[in-house]
């Protein structure tokens, strides 16, 4: 038995397999996963687990170079997007339109969706 950090086999595989550059999607309890990536859903009710629950989990076990968001998270999410600002200083952080957010989560490796609500709450994180 794992003594502690990710106990999640399927997240913990994954961070293993997941190579430089490669990117890993974690997403609101909506967000449609794309056909032909690996779904690893812990959505338990609304709201948990959230998308920054499982970002700081696997910020303690993984190299995040970057986090790509929607622009609109934003305007929508003000206080989400604090929050990420102040969780990753040192981490750059890239907004672009929904639109082309959706065209690049297909590209993800797994998207491990959660319970969150906050609108636009999804992030991609780019391996470093």
Known sequence: MRKGGILH????????ETGHTDLITI?????????????????????????????AAIDGEFIIDTVIIAEEMKGASPGRYR??????PHVHIRAV???EFKQI???SRAVIKTGDAIPYANVILVSG
């Open 83 to 88: 929050e990420l600002q102040e969780r990753f």
């Open 27 to 55: 997403s609101d309890r909506g967000f449609p996963v794309p056909m032909g990536v690996e779904r690893i859903d812990l959505g338990l009710v609304a709201g948990i687990p959230t998308v920054m629950d499982v970002l």
């Open 105 to 107: 989560a297909p590209e």
């Open 97 to 99: 339109p929904h639109l």
């Open 9 to 16: 086999p399927g997240i913990s595989r994954l961070l293993s």
